[in-house]
């Protein structure tokens, strides 16, 4: 791969579009910034619905070109691998430019980048098992089968904050299984997916298999999931976003699958070794700064244990290292976008205002060698919380938890559910039973039992309620990204004439 951090510092960056980089054709671009100093770091083409038609055009004629339609399932299962080790070969770089795009820990990009080889192998060994079935059926000499074929062109629009790994757990099986991909990156990161452009290329995928259009939601994004030519659509975002593109491809009857927002609950029981408990809250809603959708970010403690708690939670945060994302020693990096940290503060002191008292964090950093114009937040713990402040209620995508008490089971189901979302929750305690029936009335997609964050491609997940649909991830996805088609073939040689069958 050529491209790196320093080729991409004050570049344009191109469309990739049917197996080339080209210029937008209104020759507009915008700025890309860098969230460790709010400075400009690159410019990105602003593609508009010209652009998008292109894309989706090359896109379409890869889906019918027989060098794709008609490859073999063994030969694309080994493209998809070619791609992995392509990946692997460059996880480093990869890793460097989004960290530098999106601000997110380098260390965590390289756990990402270096796992991502492994979920493409995954998908690969899908390309070959993924079968139709044969069906019985009321007559003789009648052969009934379901094929399973690919869906056409899908349309992936995918966030900022981890843009890379998000995108493979359903770029992979798209390409294993023969579709063809347009690609809408955030234009607040979209560096590391114009990279993997690069490497599809070298891949020697045939030109238009994967497009990638940059620019603004509003413009590219709209353009896209108004088109008639995509098939599906894949979406990775806020819930608001998610609802006016699901209303966009209703207009033309194609299928959605919605990672949306969270506003996940994190309970821990009396029961547990407190320590535990703290590393797994403060990991699962400080980690990324908060930008990630499962964040746990509503926090609800037993009452035996809510005072030891809270003591443990704020020791544990103040040791917590705010700095550059790229120093081995940090813990946590800038917000990715300046109106990320705008939107925590809002949230910080509308919670202040409704009651809850800031325990921990609640301020930027004043660190030396830390740009001030950098997007940093201390990570925040806020008590005294109540499950109708709009800080417990809105997703936030930052690093900042609230902390309640419960009573007993039936208070702590009822609090864990009393929310517009249902993407992920956590649950710590010894008795089994107990985290059973949690997991059992818990309306979320996901359930981690003394653990949190802990993910796995080869597993489905994906929402409930505002949190979306559809799933990504294990042989499930392999089903939201085919169809069937059901044919009926009959083999007695001998077609009836039609019109021989009489009411007695
Ligand atoms: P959005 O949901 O608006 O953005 C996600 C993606 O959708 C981006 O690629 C964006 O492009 C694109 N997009 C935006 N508007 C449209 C549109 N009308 N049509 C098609 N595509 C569109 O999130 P934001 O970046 O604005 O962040 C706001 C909040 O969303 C965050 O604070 C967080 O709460 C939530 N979020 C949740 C994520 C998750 O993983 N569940 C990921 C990202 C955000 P562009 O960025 O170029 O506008």
Not at 30 to 58: F, K, Q
């Amino acid at each position: 791969m050529k491209t790196t951090v320093s080729s991409i510092e004050g570049s344009r960056q191109g469309l990739f579009i049917n197996g080339e980089f080209v210029a937008p054709k209104n020759g507009n671009y915008i700025a890309s910034y860098d969230p460790t100093t709010g400075e400009r770091w690159y410019d990105l083409a602003e593609a508009d619905a010209d652009d998008v038609a292109a894309a989706v055009a090359a896109a379409n004629a890869a889906f019918r070109n027989p060098a794709w339609r008609r490859m073999t399932q063994t030969d694309r299962g080994a493209l998809v691998r070619k791609l992995a080790e392509l990946v692997r070969a460059n996880a480093d770089t990869l890793a460097e430019i989004e960290t530098r795009d999106n601000g997110k820990l380098l260390k965590e990009t390289w756990a990402q980048m270096r796992s991502m080889p492994d979920s493409y192998h995954y998908f690969a060994g899908m390309a070959d098992k993924l079968q139709g079935d044969t069906i019985p059926i009321n007559r003789a000499d009648t052969l009934n089968i379901n094929l399973r074929e690919p869906l056409g062109v899908v349309g992936m629009i995918t966030p900022w904050n981890s843009p890379l790994m998000l995108l493979t757990g359903t770029l992979a099986p798209c390409l294993a299984i023969g579709n063809t991909v347009v690609i809408k990156p955030s234009e607040h990161a979209t560096a590391s997916t114009l990279a993997l452009a690069e490497l599809i290329h070298e891949a020697g995928f045939p030109a238009g298999v994967v497009n990638v259009v940059t620019g603004t939601g509003k413009s590219a994004g709209e353009a896209l999931t108004r088109h008639p030519g995509v098939a599906k659509y894949v979406f990775t975002g806020s819930t608001a976003t998610g609802r006016r593109i699901a209303g966009n491809a209703a207009q033309n009857l194609v299928p959605c699958s919605m990672e949306l927002g969270g506003k996940s609950p994190h309970v821990v029981f009396g029961d547990v070794e407190i320590e535990h408990a703290v590393n797994g809250v403060v990991s699962g809603v400080f980690a990324a700064a908060g930008q990630t959708c499962v964040a746990g970010s509503r926090c609800f403690v037993e009452a035996s244990i809510y005072d030891k708690f809270i003591d443990a939670l704020i020791a544990r945060t103040a040791r917590i290292r705010v700095g550059l994302p790229t120093v081995d020693d940090t813990d946590i990096g800038p917000l990715a976008l300046a109106d990320q940290l705008s939107k925590v503060e809002g949230y910080v002191a509308s919670g202040v205002k409704e009651g809850a008292k800031v325990a921990a964090g609640g301020r930027r950093p004043q660190k030396e060698g830390l740009s001030s114009g950098g997007w940093y937040y201390e990570p925040t713990v806020m008590v005294d919380a109540q499950n109708d402040m709009g800080f417990m209620r809105d997703e936030i995508f930052g690093p900042v938890v609230g902390v309640m008490p419960f009573r007993d089971e039936a208070e702590m189901i009822a609090l864990a559910n009393d929310s517009h979302y249902g993407l992920a929750s956590g649950i710590w305690t010894k008795d089994i039973d107990r985290a059973l029936r949690f997991a059992n009335q818990i309306e979320a997609g996901t359930v981690w039992v003394n653990t949190y964050r802990s993910a796995s491609f080869m597993s489905a997940n994906g929402g409930f309620k505002e949190s979306g649909y559809g799933r990504r991830g294990g042989f499930e996805v392999m089903h939201e990204f085919s169809r069937l088609k059901n044919v009926i073939i009959d083999y007695s040689g001998a077609m009836q004439d039609p019109f021989v069958i009489r009411l007695k």
